[in-house]
């Protein structure tokens, strides 16, 4: 039996236990910290994409920026085109520079672009501009957050807890939906428009700002270091996090030395070597994460971003209440990944993600033909909704976690980012197809809505079957086992 991280074979190759002695490992307060430290990225978008859904209405009055209803839907298209790039940008960054690195940077970018959204001044084509500028920023610094945080929190969370860790991480995206709405709810109706909606992009920052120290005493991830060839720094790290556990009254169990890995740590991989990595060599994993991540960005961003115009436009919410409205909703989301999210380790990924998508495109394809017929009232409809979003949220936030653990390593990052980028290119276009349907505020058409609705439905459901056939069975299993690394000696890559 043997703890050593590491010993050196042959000039270049590397031998080393750190993946097996961190699959190991029982969970403990650092796990915790860990979660709560980056966790907070999916609060902040949470907290964005709801602050900006909820004040939609207000952003179309005189008192504040008076935009018109086109106008202020760009406005969540702009914020994800700015996750597209930034996904794109810091996750090329993260994947060369390491996880820790990015964690400071892509916050402090967000911190920078949302403050500024709140310096927004009137109805001009220059405050416009400005306007789009800083969702841009703010959005790029998200996007990079999930490229890096995702590859961390992967990484160093042993392979028995990853699933329920990841989903329920990605599910506090709806904790930070309910700060947002009810922070968003009391400033409308409690301070003047002019003033309220700018506080309201004050929230994100101000719990960004908190959570700063606590990122800056986490470790590298063992797992990049070593793949980067940085033994000695790789050791300390996991050394370090074997030192929480301990502390925590935790006893390590031993570790067999035939579960070391062997590697020759690379080069750095650019975006296209690993488009042809991950289109060649791993053609089906990159149609499965595709089609995941397509289907759930599309129906999320159809749905949410026009969340309070249906309410206000179909059902006569007054636009300071429509907040509330979103609560409700908010919670069914972040119910979904907590209460079912250790069934995708014990039942299985193919399993639950399968059945989690076609289920809640089911029922959506349900409650469109309600709404159509009029059946629905404000309250019955956001009930339809959370139920539909219970199942859609679990299995939304299991996408996440399909495409950081079904590819190598040394590209987790850049395979995040980049399905992530083209997840939010076609989730870009929901809020503007389903503001078009909305149309006219004064005269809405409910046939085409439900017509989109219907369109929503069959995506989210294609997404499911693609996983039926498609799925990799990753539960439990160590990230080397479910995708051997690129450099890995004598190692057969699972494809």
Do not use: C
Not at 46 to 68: F, Q, R, S
Not at 125 to 151: D, H, K, M, P, Q
Not at 170 to 189: C, F, K, M, P, Q
Not at 327 to 333: T, Y
């Amino acid at each position: 039996m043997s703890t050593s991280a590491h010993d050196v074979r042959e000039p270049g190759v590397i031998r080393s236990l750190i993946p097996a002695r961190i699959d190991r490992l029982s969970w403990s307060p650092f796990h915790t910290r860990l979660i709560v430290a980056l966790g907070v990225a999916w609060v902040l978008d949470g907290i964005e994409i709801t602050v900006a859904g909820a004040i939609a209405p207000v952003l179309t009055d005189k008192a504040t920026l008076g935009l018109t209803a086109t106008e202020v839907t760009a406005i969540a298209t702009v914020y994800l085109i700015g996750e597209v790039f930034g996904a794109l940008f810091f996750g090329r960054l993260s994947d060369a520079l390491g996880r820790r690195k990015l964690f400071v940077i892509t916050l402090g970018v967000y911190l920078v672009g949302n403050a500024a959204t709140a310096l927004t001044w009137d109805n001009t084509t220059v405050a416009l501009v400005f306007l789009y500028t800083t969702r841009l920023v703010a959005g790029s610094g998200i996007g990079g957050e999930y490229a890096a945080i995702n590859s961390a929190i992967d990484e160093m969370i042993p392979a028995k807890y990853r699933g329920q860790a990841d989903l329920a991480v990605n599910g506090t995206y709806w904790a930070g939906a309910v700060i947002g709405t009810l922070g968003t709810y009391i400033l409308v109706n409690q301070v003047s428009l002019g003033i309220g909606w700018r506080i309201g992009f004050l929230i994100g920052p101000l719990l960004g700002a908190a959570i700063w120290g606590l990122r800056r005493h986490l470790p590298e991830s063992p797992r990049w270091l070593i793949m980067r060839g940085r033994e000695e720094e790789a050791e300390r790290s996991i050394e370090f996090i074997e030192e929480q556990v301990t502390s925590a009254g935790i006893d390590l169990a031993p570790v067999d030395d035939d579960k070391a890995l062997e590697i020759r740590p690379t080069e750095q991989i650019g975006f296209i070597v690993l488009a042809k990595v991950l289109f060649k060599h791993y053609t089906s994993r990159s149609i499965l994460g595709a089609s995941l991540m397509i289907s759930q960005s599309f129906l999320y961003n159809a749905i949410f971003f026009t969340y309070t115009l249906v309410l206000t436009t179909f059902y006569h919410v007054n636009e300071k209440s429509a907040p509330f409205y979103l609560v409700a909703f908010a919670i069914g989301n972040l119910a979904g990944p907590l209460t079912i999210g250790r069934l995708f380790d014990t039942i299985g990924r193919k399993r639950m993600i399968s059945g989690t998508y076609i289920l809640s495109g089911v029922l959506l394809a349900i409650s469109a033909v309600l709404f159509d017929a009029g059946i629905l009232n404000a309250t019955t409809q956001t009930i339809a909704w959370s139920v539909i979003f219970f199942f859609a949220s679990a299995g939304a936030s299991a996408a996440y976690l399909t495409v950081s653990e079904i590819f190598p390593l040394e590209v987790r990052a850049k395979a995040i980012a980049l399905f992530f980028a083209i997840a939010q290119g076609f989730g870009a276009i929901g809020p503007i197809f389903y503001g078009h349907l909305i149309g006219n505020i004064k005269h809405p058409d409910t046939g085409k809505l439900f017509i989109g609705y219907l369109i929503g439905a069959v995506v989210m459901i294609i997404g499911g079957i693609v996983e039926v056939f498609l799925g990799v069975e990753a539960a439990q299993q160590s990230l080397e086992d479910v995708a051997s690394p690129l450099s890995a000696i004598r190692a057969e890559t699972k494809r």
